[in-house]
């Protein structure tokens, strides 16, 4: 099957059998391609241990088949069967606090309990057997957003294992987790136990390694379905998906070069910044996929959860969003979930088809989309961008610890307001791991990573020596990857690059003044949440700090290092300010119309430009080419309405190489490696 995936999660298990044929012509009606079948249907597949009842699936599959639907076949292992913790109740996952959890909702499962080890991959081998061969098959989907935490023994065992092979002694771990603090030394390997509730502070690279095991330790089990899936259908691809969260234990950089094609779940939590919540995800799905086409897994069809209330989407926002995704990388666009569900948990979760039935706004939406996704299946060049933004998961992990000079200086919000005003600014931006190939890009930011390695460090160093152009903001470089404080001063492992030295930090409750030198920008800025004591050692002042303690001492620095510069920012500077200090770092700006976003792609001499207004009002952008949404000619102009997009072909854009391209359903394995994984996008 060529062309954009185009569907979501089906649960046919939920529904009586006479609706699945009603299903089946919805679903040729809206344009559906994959359908995503089984994700959590265990007890329907197993229900009791070792009896499985295939028949159900064996209809539903003929049907959809029947019906040139394609399937995304699931393994069920993020929700087991009620039986399941009855026989294995030292499989259920236990809390920090000691608490063992029940059945009674997803995700209850410790990922190194023997039993559900092996009942998982026993379901994964029982389904690989009965459809290996099955002509809807197209994709294998394990499990489901991996990221259950559990702190039981069967973890302990493992992470001691983990600890011995990543450290190789007690001396050395010691010495990494500072153990002589609060009289922590370890004498024997089975003393050690994961980072439980205790009387006060935890200890931070205790806590920082047992996310780095359990991201290791979810893989592992993604990799023992993989390896049966791999033995039986060795031509089906293989992925899972990836969901992004403070709960969520799992590198996405090390798992994408274990799928076969990465897949995202993209939630925004803010109808009004929904648009740049999307950017922002498709971004870093690009950036984990190494330049290999991605695929959109699940979205809302027309809900923006809020946490406190689903929102509406607008009109016309369910294609917008799907755009957005498709133009920077996106294989396709899939929903969770086809139809809404009648009853259970997420009885409110939003549907291809809604409550209210095919006659709904909602579903006339998903029939539109699913005609014109074809006309865009054309597009298959990689993203140009060639300003990078490094996010480092465990950078991330690191400042959730308790115990830091500021609860506010949060790794999210940095990395957020990175990419938001470059995409406010019409740039399209790329993420780069702190070890990945920077050289491609003109400018790197480099928010608040509190983690840096001397390798990572020689790296940007090089980077910078070489010609390009770094902008780092505060709280990086303190720490080494063990999150020990580097001594002589901060940034620690970057003093050199920046050009300073700081001997301490201020962390602010109230907003402080800052006075940019020269004449060019505003006479006076603010500064929030941190402010630092910055010593210049080879950096000239851009901004001083005005008034207070800090009064005259640089707040903003710019170091000539090498052929290239390095910017330093010593605190959080509103977006206005933020972007003048990359406009003077040389981030090109697009000059667009606000709110209307352009992506450009480029691929075996073929061009293309997303252009998409979010905006409510009309709006108009310089291109020569041929937009395939509507078909018509664009003369060195268009015109989009409100809330409108167009995806143009046209000639006047340098090609870059094309990504290899990812037919949906094609069976044929496509992993890549990890130097792909962290490469940037071409």
């Known amino acids: 099957m060529d062309g954009l995936c185009y569907g979501g999660d089906y649960n046919p298990e939920q529904w009586p059998e006479e609706v699945w044929h009603e299903d089946v012509a919805l679903m040729r009606e809206a344009g559906v391609t994959l359908v995503t079948v089984g994700v959590f249907s265990w007890s329907s597949l197993e229900p009791s241990p070792g009896r499985f009842t295939f028949g159900w699936l064996d209809r539903v599959l003929d049907l959809l088949a029947a019906g040139g639907i394609k399937v995304n076949l699931a393994t069920p292992t993020a929700s087991p069967p009620p039986w399941f913790g009855l026989a294995h109740h030292d499989a259920l996952p236990v809390t920090a606090g000691g608490t063992r959890l029940t059945h009674g909702s997803r995700d209850t499962y410790c990922v190194c309990a023997p039993p559900y080890r092996e009942a998982s991959v026993r379901v994964a081998r029982a389904l690989a057997e009965r459809y290996r061969d099955h002509p809807a098959l197209a994709m294998w989907h394990v499990h489901n957003e991996y990221g259950t935490w559990c702190h039981c023994d069967h973890v302990a065992a493992a992470f001691r294992d983990w600890l011995r092979a990543r450290h190789g002694s007690l001396d050395a771990l010691n010495d990494a987790w500072t153990t002589a603090f609060w009289s922590q030394s370890y004498a024997d390997w089975d003393e050690i136990a994961p980072p439980r509730a205790t009387q006060y502070l935890p200890n931070p690279a205790q806590s920082l390694d047992f996310r780095r095991f359990l991201s290791d330790a979810t893989l592992d089990h993604y990799r023992a379905q993989k390896a049966v ?176 000079p500021s609860q506010e200086a949060r790794y999210l919000d940095a990395l957020h307001q990175a990419h938001r005003v470059l995409w406010h600014g019409g740039v399209t931006a790329g993420f780069a791991h702190p070890s990945g190939e920077l050289s491609p890009y003109r400018v790197v930011l480099v928010p608040s990573l509190y983690l840096v390695s001397d390798a990572t460090a020689r790296a940007l160093t090089a980077y910078v020596e070489q010609g390009g152009t770094l902008v780092v903001s505060f709280f990086s470089g303190v720490a080494d990857e063990h999150a020990r404080v580097r001594l002589g001063g901060h940034p620690g492992a970057l003093r050199d690059l920046l050009g300073i030295r700081v001997e301490e930090f201020l962390p602010l409750d109230e907003p402080v003044t800052i006075r940019p030198h020269g004449d060019d920008g505003p006479p006076t800025i603010n500064g929030s949440i941190w402010s630092e004591r910055v010593e210049l050692r080879g950096a000239t002042a851009l901004a001083s700090y005005e008034g207070g303690d800090l009064d ?81 000619s664009a003369d060195g102009a268009l015109r989009l309405a409100p809330g409108g997009f167009a995806v143009v072909r046209t000639r006047d854009v340098v090609g870059q190489p094309a990504m290899t391209g990812y037919a949906c359903g094609a069976r044929g394995s496509a992993t890549a490696s990890q130097e792909d994984v962290k490469r940037r996008e071409q």
Request: aromatic letters at 8%; charged letters at 20%; glycine letters at 10%.
């Open 229 to 404: 899936l791999r033995e039986l259908t060795p031509d089906v691809p293989v992925t899972t998906n990836f969901v992004f969260g403070s709960w969520v234990p799992v590198n996405n950089w090390e798992w994408a070069g274990e799928v076969d094609l990465v897949a995202i779940d993209h939630y925004p939590d803010d109808r009004e910044r929904a648009a740049e919540q999307t950017a922002f995800a498709a971004d870093l799905a690009r950036a984990w996929a190494g330049g290999r086409p991605w695929l959109l897994m699940e979205q809302a069809a027309g809900i923006v959860y809020t946490g406190t209330r689903m929102r509406a989407k607008r009109p016309g926002e369910i294609a917008l969003h799907t755009v957005q995704h498709v133009a920077r990388g996106s294989q396709g666009a899939m929903f969770f979930q086809w139809r809404a569900s009648r009853g259970g948990s997420e009885l409110w979760h939003g549907g291809m088809v809604p409550h209210a039935g095919p006659d709904s706004r909602i579903f006339r939406e998903i029939r539109d989309l699913g005609r014109l996704l074809p006309r865009l299946a054309e597009v298959e060049g990689g993203v140009l961008a060639d300003v990078a933004i490094l996010w480092d998961p465990e950078s991330w992990w690191a400042l959730e610890a308790p115990g830091l």
């Open 552 to 632: 005259g001492l640089p707040a903003i620095t710019r170091h000539r290092h090498g052929a290239g510069r390095a910017f330093y920012v010593s605190t959080r500077l509103d977006d206005d300010a933020y972007t003048a200090v990359l406009a003077a770092a040389g981030v090109p700006a697009e000059p667009v119309p606000a709110g209307v976003e352009l992506v450009r792609r480029s691929g075996d001499g073929v061009n293309w430009l997303f252009a998409l207004n979010h905006t409510a009002a009309e709006q108009e952008i310089a291109v020569t080419g041929t937009d395939l949404v509507t078909g018509a």
